[in-house]
């Protein structure tokens, strides 16, 4: 990685996201290698369906997923490349077909935290994919629309909202604001 631009870029891409990390009870975030990575590994705790053993649809509140930024993604943004489902391999979700996912278009140079909050989104059914011609897991498109009613499974938010106790939020920059 030579490119300084880039490296600005991945730089900020790491504070950035290793804040939203320390702000959420719901995901943990470990960079593959030292800073400015161009890799990470996303655990979210979150509910989230996977499929069984024994070929039930059951719940799950871990899933891993790795982040690859290659030398070129401020340029050229390539879905199928940037994300990969580690864990549950079984992972079962309309815009999942592990070990891809699709969270929509891209944009080069998408910032880490956007695509973790879309990650985080598709997970926990809030992003769904209903149209099994355009699904990549069509069995899971047909069973979420007969299961819409439970979507999105899990209700909380990703980044916790500050503590004004815990002096998280400077009152004088808020009241500045009013």
Request: proline share 7%; charged share 20%; aromatic share 10%.
């Amino acid at each position: 990685m030579t490119d300084a631009i880039f490296r600005g870029w991945l730089e900020r891409q790491y504070y950035e996201a290793m804040a939203l990390a320390q702000a959420s009870d719901l995901l943990e975030l470990a960079p593959l290698g030292p800073a400015p990575a161009q890799g990470y590994v996303a655990r979210f705790h979150c509910r989230s369906m996977m499929k069984a053993p024994t070929a039930q649809i059951v719940e799950t509140n871990r899933v891993d997923v790795a982040v690859t930024f290659f030398d070129d993604y401020l340029r050229v943004a390539d879905p199928y490349s940037l994300l990969t489902v580690l864990d549950p391999s079984t992972l079962y979700h309309p815009n999942a077909h592990p070990p891809f996912l699709c969270i929509g278009d891209v944009a080069p140079g998408t910032p880490l935290v956007e695509l973790l909050f879309r990650v985080f989104d598709v997970l926990v059914f809030a992003n769904v994919t209903m149209v099994e011609h355009k699904a990549m897991n069509k069995e899971a498109c047909a069973w979420a629309r007969c299961n819409i009613g439970r979507f999105p499974l899990d209700t909380r938010a990703l980044k916790r909202r500050p503590d004004v106790a815990a002096g998280e939020i400077d009152l004088e920059i808020v009241e500045e604001g009013l």
